[in-house]
């Protein structure tokens, strides 16, 4: 039966899926972990929904051939594009038992608990806040909650880049900021739906007023898989238990190790996967 059992693969288009990688490994310390960059294809944010979908699918199934049953798309362009096609679609014409989950849910499920004012801003790449999900699923949890979104598409390229703490980054937050503030009156709480945007918080709550809260979801997508996995012991049997990690990308790995360490805050030894 152990040979059935598998990591739990952790998929997101670059490195920004680390934010949550490491929420969750902090949580669930005894599970194996494979975490998957797509670093040779990123950004996604900026694709049509065809794309995003196809190229998430394609990594989705190398995870499972690595040996996983459960993989999380990391990734709010992935959950917003192509993850109701890969659940609806794709799952239920496999032969045996894969679960794919995304991070949309999970944070949409807590925002009532986050606000005051019943304002919220989503602060996303361009492809989530086209796709109208956090509006959306915000909406069937809490539907007396205003929600308005603004796409921040220079913020991935600068934390990809290693340039989030330069002056550039400081014009560009403070542009979206202001944005975002000025879309609705009194919002308490912003989301940060890309999994890149958590390394900006220390320079977001900077630019913000002290009654703004800024929503990270690595923790939140790490309790929720906590309870995903007690609810659904089938799925949580096929998770192998030897607290170890590997890492894939897309890319070369040199620079990948390089950018994890920052994102990781030690250091890691991935290995190449080829498309
Ligand atoms: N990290 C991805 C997200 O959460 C976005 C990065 C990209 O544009 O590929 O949406």
């Excluded at 009654?211 to 898989?225: F, K």
């Amino acid at each position: 039966m152990s040979d059935n059992k598998g990591p739990i693969g952790v998929f997101d288009s670059g490195y920004g899926g680390l934010t949550v990688f490491k929420e969750i490994v902090k949580e669930l310390p005894e599970y194996d972990y494979l975490y998957l960059g797509d670093n040779a294809r990123v950004p996604y944010g900026t694709r049509s929904f065809e794309t995003v979908y196809k190229y998430t699918w394609e990594c989705v199934q190398h995870l499972f051939q690595m040996g996983c049953r459960l993989v999380i798309l990391a990734c709010n362009t992935a959950s917003a594009k192509a993850l109701r096609s890969i659940q609806q679609n794709d799952i239920p014409n496999l032969p045996d038992l894969r679960r794919v989950l995304g991070v949309i849910r999970p944070t949409a499920e807590v925002v009532g608990e986050l606000t005051k004012t019943r304002n919220v801003g989503v602060l996303a790449t361009q492809g989530t806040v086209s796709s109208d999900s956090y509006v959306l699923e915000i909406g069937k949890f809490f539907p007396d909650i205003h929600v308005v979104q603004e796409a921040c598409p220079m913020w991935v390229p600068l934390v990809e880049n290693n340039e989030f703490n330069s002056e550039g980054a400081d014009y560009f937050l403070q542009k979206n900021l202001k944005s975002v503030l000025g879309k609705a009156p009194n919002i308490d709480a912003l989301i940060l739906a890309c999994t890149h945007y958590p390394l900006l918080i220390q320079k977001l709550k900077q630019f913000l007023p002290e009654h703004v809260q800024v929503i990270s979801q690595g923790e939140l997508v790490a309790a929720s898989l906590k309870d995903y996995l007690q609810r659904h012991p089938e799925i949580e049997a096929l998770c192998s238990k030897g607290g170890n990690s590997e890492f894939y990308t897309t890319e070369s790995t040199e620079s990948f190790n390089e950018k994890a360490a920052i994102f990781l805050g030690h250091k890691v030894l991935s290995k190449h996967l080829p498309l």
